[in-house]
């Protein structure tokens, strides 16, 4: 690969980028905040990328597309997804982090996920669409946990986000394809190496969703991320990946779910990015709700309880337009049912 594009993406993650865009005879693109915008003028020619490519294992004759971890020569280590586009080579580049940031810098509710981290076995959710900080926030609990307690922490990635340093836990992080073949022979090995605690990047299939369960049930704490967008979608989804898995399959979500942080990044006023959240931590009634896939009773317990352990989406965006976060089109716009937000706004300036 040319000095010329190692340095341009060097160059590129020097300032707050959180993606690199390279496509084939377009000019390179970064994301900045929200906004994609472009970075350098001259188009990528496709001998470029082509290099790229092969420099991280991928034949772009023979795979149409793949997600892989590099190295950039005197820089940072990057998560890489490659693919085509109209026959054209593509790849979007994202730092991998060794630097995390802590829980309360992030804006998150530090005191509930620090008591889910230390629950000894259970799962916990952090859910959202893509882009939505869910890696940043789980990487913040485990730090957070690897310099409270002592744990074996084995991490199942694809492909690894964060580096972690040992401090008074141990890590195994493990990337699919450089050291395990696929998500479900990872997780099933990884119940062979004495972790206490279990970090899948993703469930994306309903084999690993009842096999983290069943790791859940034997004693081991569950963290990992979906692609779903509120408490309820994220139930609803979880109960269709396990329907045809197991009888029991909804008792044993019921029992073993820790709690859900259903998370998306806005725009921040004066610049930067927001998380709106919406949290849930599964107790007594829930359990219930759960088993009986009663996911309405779910969401007004979330929308009307006065306990710290659960907030909705619309109480937290509400609040955060109140506080001067959020303008109130971003907010509203964030909003499943926006006429539920303009009626709640009408109440308090009423």
Same mark, same amino acid.
């Not at 290099?51 to 997600?67: I, N, R, T």
């Not at 605690?197 to 096999?211: K, M, N, S, W």
């Not at 979880?238 to 399959?249: C, E, K, P, Y």
């Given at each position: ?14 300032? $707050?980028? =959180? ?43 023979? $795979? ?61 959710? @952090? =859910? ?9 926030? @789980? ?57 206490? @605690? ?17 790791? %859940? ?7 990992? =991320? ?5 408490? @309820?979608? =994220? ?9 045809? $898995? ?16 259903? +998370? ?19 107790? %007594? ?53 926006? +006429? ?11």
């Amino acid at each position: 690969m040319s000095s010329t594009l190692h340095q341009l993406i060097r160059d590129a993650f020097l300032d $707050q980028t =959180t993606d690199v865009f390279l496509i084939e005879d377009e000019p390179a693109r970064i994301r900045r905040d929200s906004d994609v915008v472009m970075l350098h003028p001259v188009p990528v020619p496709r001998s470029a990328l082509e290099e790229f490519w092969h420099s991280c294992g991928v034949d772009p004759k023979q $795979q149409l597309e793949a997600d892989v971890s590099y190295q950039i020569p005197n820089g940072c280590r990057v998560r890489v997804n490659l693919y085509h586009t109209l026959g054209r080579l593509a790849a979007i580049l994202r730092p991998i982090r060794s630097v995390i940031p802590p829980l309360a810098e992030l804006g998150l509710p530090a005191a509930l996920l620090q008591s889910w981290m230390q629950r000894r076995a259970g799962l916990i959710l @952090v =859910t959202g669409p893509t882009g939505a900080g869910k890696s940043t926030t @789980v990487a913040a609990c485990l730090d957070w946990l690897n310099q409270t307690y002592a744990r074996h922490i084995v991490t199942l990635e694809d492909p690894i986000e964060f580096l972690f340093t040992n401090d008074r836990s141990l890590f195994s992080q493990r990337e699919m394809r450089q050291d395990s073949a696929s998500f479900t022979a990872a997780l099933r090995s990884a119940l062979r190496q004495s972790p206490d @605690v279990l970090f899948l990047g993703e469930i994306r299939d309903p084999e690993t969703a009842i096999t983290a369960l069943h790791a %859940a049930a034997t004693g081991h704490l569950v963290i990992s =991320t979906l692609h779903s967008s509120s408490i @309820v979608e =994220t139930l609803d989804r979880f109960s269709h990946l396990l329907s045809d $898995q197991v009888s029991g399959a909804p008792n044993l979500l019921a029992s073993q779910l820790i709690g859900i942080l259903s +998370q998306q990044l806005l725009p921040r006023l004066g610049g930067g990015l927001f998380p709106a959240l919406e949290y849930m931590q599964n107790e %007594a009634a829930t359990r219930r709700w759960i088993q009986e896939n009663r996911l309405s009773e779910i969401q007004d317990h979330i929308a009307k309880s006065d306990s710290a352990h659960n907030c909705c989406l619309l109480e937290y965006l509400i609040a955060s337009v109140q506080q001067g976060y959020l303008a109130a089109d971003i907010a509203r716009d964030a909003c499943k049912r926006p +006429q539920d937000f303009d009626r709640a706004m009408r109440g308090i300036s009423g």
